[in-house]
């Protein structure tokens, strides 16, 4: 597994630079829009396009075809897909925390910008899970777009409308993370879902 995920970051080394600079830059520069919650939005957009680049590159390259003459078993393989995805979101998400939090709205109103950071991952792993769900479907790529668009818009608009009531009645901070612990959870029962489709499909 150790090789294959290596193999994903040299791969995909220019992606992850792009995605790491952005939120650096983010600490130094000062732009209008920086001192809003809506920065993290950047990450759910590289999260709702991630899985269709990795595979669309897999695919351009005959890399399925490939792999699967190792003697690597079809688990393995999309064990290291998930791990490279969420590993990559979840360190973009830690390297922009601090900006994050330090903006005048995190002490205005801490509790509402706190729901929003975790609205933003929430809704970063619900489109990486989905995006592997779909890329296992038989269909065509124009199906698969339409898929996801409908699925992206209803995942960011239901985990914000969520977050934003509970950031309004929640008593503690605790209950702001039920629905990140929720989406992690489902995102392990997409695993076992895609791996069983994963599992069926003919490589060709």
Known sequence: MRALLLQRIVVQKWTILFAMTICLLLHFVHLPFVDSPSIGLFIVVIS???????????????????????????????????????GLITLLFIILAPMYFSQPGANENFIEHFA??????????????????????????????????????????????????????????FILLLPTLISVFISFIVFHKCLHLYMTKEIC
Request: include cysteine; hydrophobic fraction near 45%; charged fraction near 15%.
């Open 48 to 86: 709702a396009n991630l899985v269709d680049n990795l595979y669309r590159g897999d695919r351009q390259v005959k890399w399925t075809v490939y792999v699967n003459t190792l003697p690597l078993s079809k688990k393995t393989q999309l064990q290291s897909d998930f791990l490279f995805c969420y």
């Open 116 to 173: 929003m950071y975790f609205a933003f991952i929430s809704s970063a792993s619900f489109l990486i899970c989905s995006q592997f769900y779909i890329q296992q479907l038989e269909e065509t790529e124009g199906m698969r777009t339409v898929r996801m668009l409908t699925a992206s818009v209803l995942i960011i608009l239901l985990n914000f409308v969520i977050h934003y009531y509970l950031s309004l009645v929640a008593a503690h901070l």
